[in-house]
């Protein structure tokens, strides 16, 4: 079975860091691209990070870059998402999305098929003091 979970989500102070993890199973997650994603209350989802499968350089979103690393582990099938310097506007819901190729075409970083990309059901991430 296809599964794609996320973990490390809290509440953290500003200025802080947390590591998000995006565990696959049901498939090996070196042979796609995964873009982490993040949807604030009441805001659209936007994509932060993606790394392709040929862990070519990472895109970005401008407002984590400097901030935001991404990694791959191979031998647990496992992205990071090594966050830092967190600020209250981070907050919100993460998900990572396995998928074909990243697609830097619009001003965040997205994921595309085909096939249609596997996503996680989130992991909440709350910066406040």
């Known amino acids: 079975q296809v599964q794609v979970v996320e973990s490390g989500g809290g509440l953290v102070q500003p200025g802080g860091s947390l590591r998000l993890s995006c565990a696959a199973s049901g498939f090996t997650l070196d042979y796609y691209a995964v873009g982490w994603f993040r949807q604030a209350p009441g805001k659209e989802r936007e994509g932060v990070l993606c790394i392709s499968s040929s862990d070519t350089r990472p895109y970005y979103a401008d407002s984590v870059k400097g901030r935001f690393t991404i990694s791959r582990d191979s031998a647990k099938n496992t992205v990071y998402l090594q966050m830092n310097s967190l600020k209250p506007e981070d907050t919100a819901v993460y998900s990572c999305?396995?998928?074909?190729?990243?697609?830097?075409?619009?001003?965040?970083?997205?994921?595309?098929?085909?096939?249609?990309?596997?996503w996680g059901q989130g992991t909440q991430v709350t910066v406040s003091s």
């Open positions: 999305a396995a998928g074909r190729s990243c697609d830097q075409s619009g001003p965040y970083p997205g994921i595309t098929g085909p096939p249609a990309p596997y």
